[in-house]
């Protein structure tokens, strides 16, 4: 089981980070680390992400049961769907979900972001594939993300976002701002008359690489 040391630090490091690169707005989109006794910490519903401290977080245990939070804080609304991606994924230390523009742009065509840069496959495994639509909230969210998760590091939530998954919150984050780069360049390029395809035997290599880091402790 994959877990992350300081797991309160990481995810308040990174939901600050996340804000700062325009990823989120106001208290939109959530973050959650796996510790080493196996329970999670998760943003909290509601908090703006430029007043929140360490004490706001959430504790919840592996199923979803509050363990600790300030003063009667709420996990957030989405925390259906991070459960359900450390239930399918031992190798998954962190969950973020953030409401990027050009991303979600893809999200609401439902339209997976093609892995037409060299680093994309080595980094997310290939495709960003958007999952079929669930109402926000519902676990049929998680059920469908965990799909196309499916040997990625990100899925698109259609009509909503994106989900993205990794060893921990700086390792997703990094991912998480990949993919809505090369969303933002796949756009551009259909602008141009689309983009030219990398070679399918090249991206299965670079997906190989991928499959390599994620097994990997680092």
């Known amino acids: 089981m994959r877990f992350v040391d300081h797991a309160e630090d990481a995810v308040l490091a990174a939901a600050k980070d996340m804000l700062g690169r325009g990823l989120v707005e106001g208290t939109a989109g959530n973050i959650s680390a796996r510790r080493k006794d196996g329970n999670l910490v ?10 929140m401290q360490l004490d706001d977080l959430v504790l919840v245990d592996p199923g979803g ?12 609304t989405e925390m259906a769907l ?3 991606c450390y239930r399918a994924y031992d190798d998954v230390g962190s969950v973020i979900h953030s409401h990027p523009v050009w991303a979600t742009m893809f999200a609401v065509a439902q339209q997976s972001i093609p892995a037409v840069i060299d680093e994309f496959a080595v980094y997310c495994g ?5 999952a079929e639509y669930a109402a926000s909230g519902t676990p049929d969210v998680g059920h469908n993300a965990v799909k196309a998760l499916d040997g990625r590091a990100a899925a698109l939530i259609a009509n909503h976002g994106l989900v993205a998954v990794g060893p921990r919150p700086d390792k997703v984050l990094h991912v998480t701002a990949l993919v809505e780069r090369t969303a933002q360049i796949v756009w551009g390029a259909r602008a141009l008359g689309g983009p ?6 090249v991206n299965k290599n670079f997906a190989a690489v991928y499959g390599y880091l994620r097994s990997s402790r680092d």
């Open 42 to 51: 998760i943003t909290p519903s509601s908090v703006d992400y430029r007043d």
């Open 82 to 84: 991070h459960l359900a």
């Open 196 to 201: 030219v395809p990398i070679p399918d035997e």
């Open 126 to 130: 290939g495709d960003i594939r958007c």
């Open 65 to 76: 049961d509050v363990l600790a939070a300030k003063d009667g804080r709420a996990p957030s």
